[in-house]
């Protein structure tokens, strides 16, 4: 496919220019998209793709994209490079990560930039190139954020490709090794753990877009104890409100 047709219609989700708005939430889950649609007017549910599920829809007065990468840097990068080649300029990912002290179970981790520890950031820039989101748009999220009432923290995530053998342990042995790599963590004063943050900000900084991540803390990376679903649907609804009205102040703009 040239670079000319990617500009029409995206070769993996296969949304069309005029399919998608100014701005786009990323999420992971595709099941999010159905909820989110919940929160938006007017909403158009492009054809599924590879699994990828992609709609836009009215938030106000402004058209919004909100697009499903599944799980991993390299998917969610994909869709990112996509929907930038449509015209979209401002990004912000949406979902879970795994709780750092001081941020503990419920609280909001708000991304200013990232450990690059995955490898697909790498395809984009050499390593010494930071992973850091946008100031504009991070300022916009704090001010939500710090009107919603709800517990957060902003600072620096690490960013990781291996689930169960750098994030989360199964077994005894693989649990003791991840438990040095959570020593390094702490001492780093890393915030959140997740698998998609330093590749999307790298990832957009060189495409000159904008780029952040807002997530909800449910899992706790010391005890590996999860977020209960009530609660977890609750502070869901909450991030799909600041996220579709932070994403709309961008599209306004652009």
Known sequence: MSEKQLTNRAWYIGAKREE??????????????????????????????????????????????????????????????????????????????????????????????????????????????????????NTELRNRLTASGRSWHAGIFGTYDGFYTEMFALSGQRREMIGKLKEDIKQLGLIGTDMETSALLTAARILGARSSTLCVAT????????????????????????????MHTFAATA
């Open 20 to 137: 998608v708005g100014k701005s786009a939430i990323l999420v992971g889950d595709p099941a999010r998209i159905d909820r989110i649609a919940e929160h938006m007017t007017d909403v158009h549910f492009i054809p599924e793709n590879r699994g990828l599920k992609t709609i836009t829809g009215m938030r106000g007065s402004e058209r919004i994209t909100v697009s499903a990468f599944g799980m991993g840097a390299p998917i969610a990068t994909i869709v990112m490079h996509e929907l930038h080649a449509l015209g979209i300029q401002t990004f912000l990912r949406i979902g879970t990560a795994m709780a750092v002290v001081p941020a503990k179970l419920g609280d909001f981790v708000l991304a200013d930039g990232a450990m690059r520890a995955e490898g697909t950031s790498n395809t984009y820039a050499p390593l010494g190139f930071p992973a850091i989101a946008d100031f504009e748009l």
């Open 219 to 246: 899992v706790d990376a010391e005890t590996q104890e999860k977020i209960q679903d009530d609660l977890m649907a609750k502070l869901e609804r909450d991030m799909f409100e600041i996220a579709l009205d932070v």
